[in-house]
C-alpha cells in the first residue's frame, strides 16, 4: 500500500530534508498516543525567527553585533571593575535599572542600621537631659529609614528632624554626598545609554541584501543606506571592508584577511542612498564571477558613522553582507518619486528593500574586460 502511494506522488515536487524530520515526529506522535494512551503529548518548544539570520557563519551579525565570544582572559572580573563606566553602558537595560534600585537600597539600610548604632550608643554612654537626643520625633527602625529616605532623596524630613549635635550634622553631610555620589553615576549613566543609537536600527539603516549589476560598462557592488531620523547627517562617513581567506606566497594562508573596499562618494542622507562599490583591476571581486560568489566564503562588514543633527552625538552602526546576500544580476527598485500634486518627494520605505532581476554575463570583470578587448582590436584590425 506505502509503495503505490509513494507512486502517486509528482517527481518534479521538492521534498526537505526538515518536512520529512517533521512527518516522521507526527508519526511517532500518533503511534505513541496509540498505544501509550494515558502518557500526553508533548508540546514542542517554539523557534523564534531572527529576522534577517543566516544559516553561514558570520562574524558581524545583522544586527550589528560580532559574533565572538572572547576566552582565557586573564583577571576578566577585575578588568569590569577597573573599567567599571564602560561596563555599565556595555550591559542590558533591566540590570542597569537593578543597579540603581540596590544601590539605593543598600545606601538606606546601610545609614539606616548606622542611626540606630548611633541613638543605642548615646542612651548608653551620654546624657540625654544635658545635651539631647540627635534626632526628634522618632525611636524606631522605620522612623530612621524615613529620614535617611527623605535625606538622600531630599523631600525633606517632616517631624522627624536631626539636631545640631556632632553626630547628626556628620551623617547628613555624608548622607548627602552619598546619594550625590549615586544618582550622578548611576542617571548620568541612563542619560549617556540613552543618547547611544538603538541596535534595531542598524537593520532598519541598511538593506538586506547586495545586488551586483553594470554601472557605465563596470561590474559595481552596490547596497543602500538610509537614514531618516537625522542621526548620521553630519561627518557621514561610509566603510566597507571585506574578510576573506588570502594565500600568501609563501604557501601559508591567513583564514581572516581584513581588505578595504574603495566606495564611491554618496550624497547626504536625506533619503535612501546607494553605496557604490566599482569592481576594477584594483579590487578584489575583479576576478569572481557568479560561479565563485556563490562558492568562496566571504563577507562584507559595512560602517556608518556620523554625527546627529539634533544632539551632536556621534553615532555608528554597522551590519554585513556574506555572499549568499549578494544578488548576482540584480538592480535596486526606485523608493524615492516625486509627487506633483503635493510638490515634495516621496520616500517609499516599502521599496527599500525590493530588486528586480537585470541580465548580465555571468563571467568576472576580469574576464568581460578582456573579451570587450579583444572585440575592440579585433574590430580595428578589420578597419585597417
Not at 275 to 291: G, T
Not at 323 to 340: A, M, Q, T
Request: aromatic share 10%; glycine share 4%.
Amino acid at each position: 500500500m506505502a509503495v503505490e502511494e509513494s507512486k502517486n506522488i509528482p517527481e518534479n515536487i521538492p521534498i526537505e530534508i526538515d518536512d520529512i524530520q517533521c512527518e516522521e515526529d507526527n508519526f511517532q506522535d500518533k503511534v505513541s498516543s496509540i498505544i501509550y494512551p494515558d502518557i500526553r503529548r508533548k508540546k514542542k518548544s517554539i523557534s523564534y525567527y531572527r529576522p534577517y539570520a543566516s544559516p553561514t557563519n558570520r562574524i558581524v551579525m545583522k544586527c550589528g553585533k560580532y559574533n565572538i565570544i572572547k576566552e582565557n582572559i586573564p583577571e576578566k572580573t577585575s578588568r569590569y571593575f577597573r573599567d567599571l563606566g564602560n561596563t555599565i553602558l556595555s550591559i542590558r537595560w533591566r540590570w542597569i535599572l537593578i543597579s540603581i534600585c540596590l544601590a539605593n537600597g543598600i545606601a538606606y539600610l546601610i545609614f539606616t542600621f548606622i542611626w540606630m548604632a548611633m541613638v543605642l550608643w548615646e542612651e548608653s554612654y551620654m546624657d540625654l537631659k544635658t545635651e539631647g537626643p540627635c534626632i526628634n520625633g522618632t525611636g524606631s527602625f522605620a522612623g530612621y529609614l524615613i529620614l535617611v529616605v527623605d535625606t538622600m532623596t531630599t523631600i525633606g524630613t517632616g517631624s522627624i528632624t536631626p539636631t545640631d549635635c556632632q553626630n547628626g550634622w556628620i551623617m547628613m553631610t555624608l548622607l548627602a554626598l552619598t546619594s550625590v555620589a549615586i544618582e550622578g553615576a548611576l542617571v548620568s549613566a541612563v542619560f549617556v545609554k540613552m543618547s547611544r543609537p538603538n541596535t534595531k536600527d542598524c537593520i532598519r539603516q541598511f538593506s538586506k541584501k547586495a545586488v551586483i549589476c553594470i554601472r557605465d560598462g563596470d561590474y559595481c557592488v552596490i547596497f543602500r543606506v538610509k537614514d531618516l531620523n537625522g542621526k548620521y547627517w553630519a561627518r557621514t562617513s561610509i566603510k566597507a571592508v571585506l574578510i576573506r581567506r588570502k594565500n600568501l606566497k609563501e604557501g601559508d594562508s591567513l583564514p581572516y584577511y581584513f581588505e578595504n573596499l574603495k566606495l564611491e562618494n554618496t550624497g547626504l542622507l536625506i533619503w535612501p542612498q546607494e553605496v557604490v562599490h566599482r569592481i576594477d583591476k584594483n579590487s578584489p571581486f575583479w576576478k569572481m564571477s557568479k560561479l565563485d560568489m556563490s562558492v568562496l566564503r566571504f563577507e562584507v562588514m559595512i560602517i556608518l558613522e556620523g554625527d546627529s543633527l539634533t544632539t551632536g552625538h556621534p553615532s555608528q552602526s554597522q551590519t554585513s553582507y556574506t555572499n549568499k546576500e549578494i544578488l548576482w544580476g540584480h538592480r535596486f527598485s526606485p523608493c524615492v518619486e516625486y509627487d506633483e500634486l503635493e510638490q515634495k518627494y516621496i520616500v517609499n520605505k516599502k521599496m527599500f528593500n525590493e530588486t528586480v532581476k537585470y541580465e548580465i554575463p555571468e563571467c568576472s570583470a576580469r574576464e568581460l574586460y578582456l573579451a570587450a578587448r579583444n572585440e575592440s582590436a579585433i574590430a580595428r584590425s578589420e578597419d585597417r
